[in-house]
């Protein structure tokens, strides 16, 4: 619409004005209406998350459940994330798949499978990679935790056994790539800030930070 709005050069200055001024008000909007469907892109309010949903920090994990880093994260950064930041209110933590191979796949749709119990199913993935990584019952392994968290055990392996959940884990990591330049893991996201690559707590902690003070 701006385009066609076209004046010659020192022709009606007073209006030519006007319009620039509109048109710096209307790059304005398109910016701030890009930015927030960027946040809403990246935490959706119906995403299965931890903690309160009108939190001031969300912190995304793009995760991989055989990623040593990310194996690392949450064996020894997010409880004390959990503890301090989580259960007090100041953050939402959602954790989104990007496997980065074949048996992470399989392990993602099992968290998946898990429904509401999602991040107690990978609390416990995480807590046991080493027995089930190489394991040639890995199905059987899964359904064991699934049912010892209290999810019913026939829906739960008809649930693994399904070839689509399978396209749907792969299709997220695609999206992560095309949309949120996720290239590794694992990947944060603070409150849509990027950033990659292993952190210790006192890290995220800093960065949750420089968030609350911007927010």
């Given at each position: 619409?701006l385009e066609?709005?076209?004046?010659?050069?020192?022709k009606y200055?007073?209006?030519k004005?006007?319009?620039?001024?509109?048109s710096?008000?209307w790059?304005?909007?398109?910016i701030?209406?890009?930015?927030?469907?960027m946040m809403?892109?990246?935490?959706?309010s119906?995403?299965?998350s931890?903690g309160?949903?009108?939190a001031p920090?969300?912190?995304?994990?793009y995760?991989?459940?055989?990623?040593?880093?990310?194996i690392?994260f949450?064996?020894?950064?997010?409880?004390?994330?959990?503890?301090?930041?989580?259960?007090?209110g100041?953050v939402?933590?959602?954790?989104?798949h990007?496997?980065?191979?074949?048996v992470a796949?399989?392990?993602?749709?099992?968290?998946?499978?898990?429904g509401e119990?999602y991040?107690?199913?990978?609390?416990?993935?995480y807590?046991?990679?080493s027995?089930w990584?190489?394991?040639?019952?890995?199905?059987?392994?899964?359904?064991?935790q699934?049912t010892?968290l209290?999810?019913?055990?026939?829906m739960f392996?008809?649930?693994?056994?399904?070839?689509?959940?399978?396209?749907?884990i792969?299709n997220q990591?695609q999206?992560?790539?095309?949309?949120?330049?996720v290239?590794?893991t694992p990947?944060?996201?603070i409150n849509?800030?990027i950033?990659?690559?292993?952190?210790?707590?006192?890290?995220?902690k800093a960065l949750?930070?420089?968030?609350l003070?911007?927010?």
């Amino acid at each position: 619409m701006l385009e066609l709005l076209c004046f010659e050069k020192n022709k009606y200055p007073e209006i030519k004005e006007y319009i620039v001024k509109i048109s710096r008000n209307w790059m304005r909007l398109v910016i701030i209406v890009a930015v927030s469907n960027m946040m809403v892109s990246l935490a959706s309010s119906k995403e299965i998350s931890l903690g309160d949903a009108q939190a001031p920090v969300t912190f995304i994990e793009y995760g991989s459940l055989t990623c040593d880093y990310c194996i690392s994260f949450h064996r020894n950064v997010l409880p004390r994330v959990k503890k301090h930041y989580i259960d007090t209110g100041s953050v939402r933590f959602v954790f989104r798949h990007f496997p980065t191979s074949d048996v992470a796949i399989h392990a993602a749709v099992a968290a998946q499978c898990a429904g509401e119990k999602y991040y107690e199913m990978l609390d416990e993935l995480y807590s046991t990679v080493s027995g089930w990584y190489k394991a040639e019952n890995r199905n059987s392994i899964f359904v064991q935790q699934a049912t010892s968290l209290g999810i019913d055990s026939e829906m739960f392996e008809s649930c693994l056994n399904e070839t689509r959940n399978f396209a749907d884990i792969v299709n997220q990591r695609q999206t992560a790539k095309n949309n949120h330049d996720v290239t590794g893991t694992p990947t944060f996201f603070i409150n849509g800030k990027i950033v990659r690559g292993k952190k210790s707590f006192s890290e995220i902690k800093a960065l949750f930070s420089e968030a609350l003070v911007i927010k």
